[in-house]
């Protein structure tokens, strides 16, 4: 089993940032569009950010203009920059490719935002 590893989660005040990273496999990371997801508790995963090879991005309503993902090719790894985060941005935060693959979901990174 091949797992993502998420990385750069915290706790901050609203209207705070925070710069998520997860590196990923070679293997996968070039053929696929990568993508974050976050849960917060009682709520299901859901998928926030999306980045193509290419560099196409699409967001969830919710993120829009607030959060930028991106990727770096040859370090296989993809980010999310968060900013004007709100107490509603609560999650656990992951990476997986779109759509996602059981196989690789990690243990994800806790993202606070307090009021």
């Known amino acids: 089993q091949v797992q993502l590893v998420e990385s750069g989660g915290g706790s901050v005040q609203a209207g705070g940032s925070l710069r998520l990273s997860c590196a990923a496999p070679?293997?996968?990371?070039?053929?696929?569009?990568m993508g974050w997801y976050r849960q917060a508790p009682g709520k299901q995963r859901d998928l926030v950010a999306a980045i193509s090879v290419g560099g196409s991005t699409n967001y969830a309503d919710s993120v829009k203009g607030r959060f930028t993902v991106s990727r770096d090719n040859a370090k296989n790894t993809i980010y999310l920059q968060m900013t004007s985060l709100k107490p509603e941005d609560t999650a656990v935060y992951y990476c997986?490719?779109?759509?996602?693959?059981?196989?690789?979901w990690g243990q994800g990174t806790q993202v606070t935002v307090s009021s």
């Open positions: 997986n490719t779109v759509p996602p693959r059981e196989i690789y």
């Open positions: 070679g293997t996968i990371f070039k053929i696929v569009v």
